[in-house]
Structure formats: structure tokens, C-alpha cells
């Protein structure tokens, strides 16, 4: 039986972001209809911290990452694209204030959950490298301190950051004239980018229901959609030790399925991912898929000598 959760917070519309960058070389892109515009930002207290399991200890604070290979197909430009993505989950203390992995010990330093996901696929003779950092506290009592993308193809660079501080602060930088370099303040509100560390610390603690929530920065950018908050509506379901997380967006026509194991460690095995690809007559609905194929427990960042690539053959990379 799963526990029915409902959150009340500020949910508050986002401003018009722009256009994005990750589109053909040969796109042409539209001029922005509307200049971001900074908001007052009213502080909102944290919620109580949650307590941290000992199986929660044992798992996350054993001196390594959790690493997950997946078989990737994602949609780009109409078509299905086939490719890897990797999703490292590690424990770091985090900095308040810098907003940055601290170097020692300081009893102001937030323990958190760091998720680190990449895809690489290829559109035809280019290829795309994508990246998704996402910063969040392991006591589940506040939104991602941050969240960090990139996105590097042959036409261009982009990359966004986004901070929580009173309110939060994104700053993004793109090789387009139309969106070159902004610095946005937008008031806060649940983030796509935050429910994948969030399965794995209490996933049914999840919101349900009619709420509002930002896309991820990556499908914001890969669809030229306008950085807000949306309207969705999200719903918990289990099956044969599998619990599904379906998030549906009404106005974006899209719907984002993770699943993950029912008990902890919450691990996520498969995802989906449906929504219009394409431009003109090659627009279409597509879905995205994600089926792991290795997962890891090591401590990676000790294993980058020569004699450790065959870890990566383990993990089908």
C-alpha cells in the first residue's frame, strides 16, 4: 500500500527562458517573445530533516559510487537514436554557501546525494555528448541545492546552472545570438531534475496527484519549450517488485515513466520517455527508452589507470 503524499508549496509560473540551442546546425531560430523578468524572492523555511535509515548508511556511505549502464533510444530530430547513458549516484558534503563539493570537514557542510547522468548517442555523422548534475540533501527537507547541464554536439556548446538559494538563480550560455548569455532569478517549485535522487532516498514521499513542476533542463532545451513550471500529474504504481513513477504533461503532450525497484535501495532499472520529436512533417510522437544493462558498486575515482578499462567492458560501455 503505498503512502498518499500531498505537498503544498509556492508553485509559481516560470518566465519566458527562450529558445534553446540543441537543434540542426541549419535551424532557424525564432526571436524571443519575452525578456526574463527577476521576481521577489520570499524564503521559505526547510522542512524538518528526515532521518537517515541504517540501511541508508550502510549502502550510500560505504566509500564508493553506485554506477548503472543503460541501453539507451532516444528520440532526435524524428527519429530514434541509439546510444549509452550512465547514472552515477554518490554521496559528497556540500557547501551552503559556494554550492560546490567541500574539501573538508565543516559542521555547516549539507550531506547530500549527488546524481551524475550522461547520454551519448550519434544524429547521423555527429555525435551528442549529454550531462545532468543534480545536488540533492540526503535528509529530503529542501529542494536540489543545484542543478548543472551541458549539452556538446558539432555545431556548439550549451550550458545552464541552476541554484537554490532565497530563489533560484540560473545562469545560461548558449552560442546563439538570440540566447547568449542570461542570468534569470525565478521563485521555486518542485524540479524534474530532483525527483531521480528523490526515488532513491523516499520514493513514496514523491508528489501525487494535480501539482506544478519544471521539465528537466535537458528536455527544455532539447525541445525549445519555455523554462516554467508546468502543469502534471504524477501517480505511484507497483507490479512484480517494480514500482513505476509516471509523471503526464497536459500542456506538453509528453509522459516521463521511471521505474525502479519497490524496496531500497530503490534502484532504477528502466525509464521512458514520450513526446513529440521532429520539426514539420517529420514531427512526430516518440518514446525514449532506457533499459539497464550493469550496475556497479566502486569507488571509480581511484580506478582511472590503464589497467581499470575493463571495468568499463563490465558495465557494456
Known amino acids: 500500500m503505498f503512502k498518499k503524499w ?4 509556492l508553485s509559481v509560473v516560470f518566465l519566458a527562458f527562450g529558445s534553446t540551442v540543441l537543434t540542426s546546425c541549419q535551424e532557424k531560430l525564432t526571436e524571443k517573445k519575452e525578456e526574463p523578468v527577476a521576481v521577489d524572492a520570499k524564503k521559505t523555511p526547510d522542512t524538518p530533516k528526515k532521518a537517515l535509515s541504517k540501511n541508508f548508511k550502510g549502502y550510500w556511505y560505504a566509500g564508493d559510487a553506485e554506477i548503472t549502464s543503460y541501453a539507451l533510444q532516444q528520440a532526435r530530430y524524428g527519429e530514434l537514436r541509439e546510444g549509452k547513458a550512465v547514472k552515477i549516484f554518490v554521496t559528497e558534503p ?9 574539501d573538508g570537514k565543516n559542521p555547516d557542510n549539507i550531506p547530500i546525494l549527488k546524481l551524475n547522468a550522461t547520454k551519448n548517442y550519434l544524429t547521423g555523422i555527429y555525435p551528442y555528448s549529454i550531462m545532468t548534475s543534480s545536488f540533492y540533501p ?13 549539452s556538446q554536439e558539432w555545431c556548439g556548446q550549451v550550458y545552464a546552472q541552476l541554484n537554490n538559494r ?22 521555486k517549485t518542485d524540479l524534474e531534475d530532483e525527483i531521480w535522487n528523490k526515488i532513491r532516498i523516499d520514493p513514496y514521499s514523491l508528489p501525487t496527484g494535480k501539482f506544478k513542476i519544471i521539465p528537466s533542463l535537458e528536455f527544455i532545451r532539447l525541445t525549445h ?5 508546468y502543469d502534471a500529474n ?19 503532450n509528453r509522459t516521463l515513466t521511471i521505474n525502479f525497484t519497490e524496496t531500497f535501495p530503490f534502484s532504477i532499472e528502466s525509464w521512458t520517455d514520450a513526446f ?20 556497479l558498486k566502486t569507488p571509480y575515482w581511484n580506478q582511472n589507470k590503464n589497467k581499470h578499462l575493463s571495468l568499463r567492458d563490465s558495465l557494456g560501455l
Open 276 to 295: 513529440t520529436s521532429g520539426y514539420g512533417a517529420n514531427e512526430k510522437i516518440l518514446t525514449s527508452t532506457a533499459t539497464k544493462i550493469k550496475r
Open 94 to 102: 556540500f557547501l551552503k554557501d559556494k554550492q560546490v563539493k567541500a
Open 6 to 9: 500531498l505537498t503544498i508549496e
Open 225 to 229: 519549450k519555455d523554462l516554467k513550471a
Open 138 to 150: 540526503v535528509h529530503d527537507n529542501q529542494h536540489a541545492l543545484k542543478v548543472a547541464f551541458s
Open 234 to 252: 504524477a501517480k505511484l504504481s507497483s507490479k512484480e517488485g517494480i514500482t513505476s513513477y509516471e509523471i503526464k504533461y497536459p500542456d506538453l
Open 166 to 187: 532565497e530563489e533560484f538563480q540560473i545562469s545560461s550560455h548558449s552560442y546563439f545570438e538570440t540566447e547568449a548569455d542570461e542570468d534569470i532569478r525565478l521563485e
